[in-house]
């Protein structure tokens, strides 16, 4: 698979995408922007995003109701070549080749998506506070830092601050927290 073509052509469809919504709705105020809605099936299929848009603020520890538009953000033709290729990338190996797809895949979605963001303020397309996201339930967190400067995360996000300990105020964690976040039991 072409990963920087495909990175491109991700890329090319949010910024247009975005400034079409921009251009066509200018009394709409847009807060965001997402790919989301990653269907996949462990060692199948993992198909294309869908994007949506925010209109209204995101805050903090707020669940954002996200408009996910009915009409494609890419070409059928576009969706079909790449599906295609993803599908053939992901799938006739190992359990291993699926995963090393699928993390590739996001990790360049979630290029195309700051990209996206920077062309977007940089041509004063979008405001200051315009953020677009790569949201996934699973991998929630690694995404937002791998999209999101870490200004944005501690405006948006608070609860993945990554700033020290000591400066939020927080405990140290317990040996029974470490050990959960390397799926150890705490007892031993």
């Not at 006739?92 to 290029?111: Q, V």
């Not at 105020?169 to 031993?188: I, L, V, Y």
Request: hydrophobic content about 40%; charged content about 25%; overall charge positive.
């Amino acid at each position: 698979m072409e990963w920087e073509e495909f990175e491109a052509v991700v890329y090319d469809a949010l910024v247009e995408s975005v400034g079409t919504a921009f251009r066509e709705r200018p009394d709409e105020r847009f807060y965001a922007a997402a790919l989301g809605r990653i269907h996949r099936k462990p060692g199948g299929v993992i198909a294309l995003p869908s994007l949506a848009l925010a209109t209204e603020p995101l805050a903090p520890r707020t669940p954002v109701n996200w408009v996910y538009s009915g009409t494609p953000w890419m070409s059928p033709d576009t969706v079909k070549r790449w599906q295609a290729m993803l599908f053939a990338e992901a799938t006739g190996g190992s359990p291993r080749r699926w995963e090393t797809a699928l993390e590739r895949y996001l990790a360049t979605l979630a290029r195309a998506c700051k990209g996206a963001r920077h062309t977007l303020r940089a041509h004063r397309i979008t405001g200051r506070d315009f953020v677009v996201l790569l949201l996934d339930d699973q991998f929630r967190e690694s995404l937002i830092r791998q999209v999101l400067p870490v200004s944005d995360i501690r405006r948006l996000f608070p609860e993945l601050d990554a700033r020290p300990v000591a400066l939020t105020g927080s405990s140290r964690p317990t040996h029974a927290e470490r050990a959960s976040m390397w799926g150890q039991d705490s007892s031993s």
